[in-house]
């Protein structure tokens, strides 16, 4: 194969891939995930306020212990909790997005039946 044809192609695969991925549909189920997780993660910030708080205690006891609660242990725990809760999204949440990424995709770029 010529050195200059396999260059074109590779700048063309890359400029279509590119202007492929500008299209904003694709984008949601992705922009909800992280909608899901940066939600969760101000009500944890939050335990302590609001109505949701008698919910969430109870989480962060469960996964961190009861010490958790505390200001300085809180801090200390919030990377096992948020991972943790992250996990049981991922479950939940995330298994169902991908899906629907995956028929977005099909949708955008292939032939869908």
């Not at 242990?73 to 948020?82: D, H, S």
């Not at 479950?91 to 039946?113: K, P």
Request: aromatic fraction near 12%; hydrophobic fraction near 65%; include cysteine.
């Amino acid at each position: 194969m010529n050195l200059f044809r396999a260059a074109g192609m590779v700048v063309w695969a890359v400029r279509s891939a590119f202007a492929c991925a500008l299209r904003g549909r694709i984008w949601l189920p992705f922009l909800v995930i992280a909608g899901i997780q940066a939600v969760m993660l101000a009500i944890l910030l939050n335990f302590h306020r609001g109505i949701l708080s008698p919910l969430v205690v109870p989480v962060i006891k469960g996964f961190a212990g009861p010490a958790a609660t505390h200001y300085p242990n809180f801090y200390l725990a919030l990377p096992i909790v948020f991972s943790r809760l992250s996990l049981v999204l991922s479950v939940l949440v995330t298994c169902l997005m991908v899906g629907a990424s995956i028929v977005l995709f099909a949708q955008a770029f292939g032939e869908m039946s």
